[in-house]
Each structure stands twice: as C-alpha cells, then as structure tokens.
C-alpha cells in the first residue's frame, strides 16, 4: 500500500513517514503542493496524506488541482485548521477525511484504515 505525504515541514515529514514505513506502508515524501502534483501520476498512490498550509500552493489548491488532473486517489487532510468551514471546504474539495494535528498515531492509522474501505464517503474524525 503507496501512500504520499505531502507537508512543508521536513521533520514533521520525516517522522510521520517513519511512523508509517513501521505499520508497513510504502511511504513517499513531498515538501510542497507542486511536487506532490509531480509524484502523483509517477508514483500512482493508493492514498495521499496532505497538509492544508504550505506556502505557494496550499493543500486545497493541491487537492484541487488532483481532482481536476482526474485523480480519484483518497486524501485525509492533515491540519491545525480544525474548524467546521475548514473541515467544510475541504469536503468541497474533494477530501475523504480530516484529522487534526498534532496527529495521534492512533487516530491516524484507525483513519487510514477507514478510508481505504470507505473510500468516496466523508467523514471527520
């Protein structure tokens, strides 16, 4: 199971693809919406891991621009932006679920796990 992670912030990256790698998921790595949109059609992920606020293009443009390219692959938004209308527009961009950060291991994986069998339905959690 592929999943790309896209964040700004390199530590963060390294230790949530290190978490990840450890449940035994295939990890790749992307520091911004533009190289996330690169690895898309070269890595072919089974789900994608995106923050929100990154400079440049932020993870809703990001999703956004996935959506419109045709991509179906599942998204979990990951992000300090917790509120409602966050977690709305998200769902309007075409994201499957939104979990908080900081991120709780649990949480995460019980999220992973739900999405990839659910995938196309929403949910918050």
């Known amino acids: 199971m592929k999943i790309l992670c896209v964040d700004d912030d390199p530590e963060f990256l390294r230790i949530l693809g290190r ?3 450890e449940r035994g ?3 790749y790595l ?3 919406g533009k190289r996330a949109l690169e690895m898309l059609e070269e890595v072919s992920p089974d789900l994608i891991l995106l923050d929100i606020m990154m400079p440049e293009l932020d993870g809703w443009e990001t999703l ?3 959506r419109r390219l045709g991509s179906t692959t599942p998204v979990i938004m990951l992000t300090i932006l917790y509120e409602v209308g966050d977690r709305e ?3 309007e961009q075409g994201a499957d679920a939104h979990v ?3 991120v709780k291991k ?3 994986f019980k999220t992973i796990e739900w999405v990839l ?3 196309g339905r929403t949910a918050t959690v």
């Open 25 to 27: 998921y295939e990890v």
């Open 89 to 91: 527009r998200s769902f």
């Open 100 to 102: 908080p950060k900081p």
């Open 106 to 108: 649990m949480q995460l």
């Open 30 to 32: 992307a520091e911004s």
């Open 117 to 119: 069998r659910n995938a």
């Open 64 to 66: 956004r621009e996935m």
């Open 19 to 21: 978490m990840l790698e």
